[in-house]
């Protein structure tokens, strides 16, 4: 893998990897003993509120909570290829040593295996 392929790969990862830490941001919390993000309930705005607005907030929490649970595991596995770039075996299959498909380091950057040896 050349320089100019790691460099463009390490742009484009820190790039989604600030959308996505903005994203959840917006919608929970990392929390540092265990490392997980948690989901907030919204901001509330006004002291009083009858049942319908409890049940709305609920909805909106478990909403929260579901994106959050789509969009944390991205977030981890970007993180964790952007350590992985530092390795020296960066692009390279852990199995052949040949190089993993440009197509399926852009799917998974974090990916160890060529599509060959992919598991499972
Ligand atoms: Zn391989």
Known sequence: MSMLDKKKIKENLEAERDVLFEELRGIGKLNPETDEWEATPEEIDFPESDQNDMADRFEDFEARSSMLRTLAPRL????K???????????TCDVCKKDIEQARLNANPAARTCKKHLEG
């Not at 981890?76 to 993180?79: G, S």
């Not at 290829?81 to 692009?91: E, V």
């Open 76 to 79: 981890n596995n970007i993180l």
């Open 81 to 91: 290829a952007i350590k992985g770039l530092n390795r020296d075996s960066f692009g």
